[in-house]
């Protein structure tokens, strides 16, 4: 298993691992068939994050496969760049691996060395599996974003999380 950066020849990949992960979890944000962007569009989004001090997504790759990701968006302007908001995602064939917790150690090295003080991320409250893993990397809930989401018909509370570097 290979942690490294996304690279701007990614895209494809990168783009294959979301409509998978949008296919096999209820946790990401997006439904089966609600992503529309193309292989073009994601090649662009990876440019234009790479060329962005504040901003990183790390991939997880397995013989030449990714499975999964973590991305990184730091604030756009001068109040905020300091603040990077967490999103990520790991197939279900490759939970379990010690992948979440490689991410998290990679992007406090990165966070620290690019100016970032505090992470932030939301989670559906009842994705124990992830706020545990959240809690261990030392993040705390900060809140809760009651009925923030309907799955499947029903409203799914999200807790705020954050890490102080």
């Excluded at 691992?17 to 068939?33: A, H, I, K, V």
């Excluded at 013989?63 to 995602?89: I, Q, S």
């Excluded at 060395?113 to 959240?134: C, F, K, P, Q, W």
Aim: glycine letters at 10%.
């Amino acid at each position: 298993m290979n942690i490294r950066p996304v690279s701007e020849t990614d895209g494809e990949k990168f783009l294959a691992l979301c409509t998978s992960l949008d296919r096999e979890t209820q946790f990401m944000m997006l439904e089966p068939g609600e992503r529309t962007m193309t292989v073009a569009e994601q090649d662009q989004r990876i440019k234009n994050l790479v060329a962005t001090e504040n901003q990183m997504i790390f991939v997880a790759e397995d013989e030449g496969k990714l499975v999964g990701y973590l991305g990184a968006y730091g604030g756009g302007f001068k109040r905020n760049r300091h603040c990077a908001y967490v999103v990520t995602g790991i197939l279900q064939s490759h939970t379990g691996q010690g992948i979440g917790k490689q991410f998290f150690k990679a992007l406090d090295e990165w966070a620290l060395s690019h100016g970032i003080h505090r992470l932030e991320l939301t989670v559906m409250s009842h994705n124990e599996r992830a706020v545990h893993l959240y809690q261990k990397m030392g993040f705390v809930v900060e809140g809760i974003k009651k009925d923030s989401l309907r799955v499947n018909d029903s409203f799914v509370d999200e807790f705020y999380m954050a890490k102080l570097l």
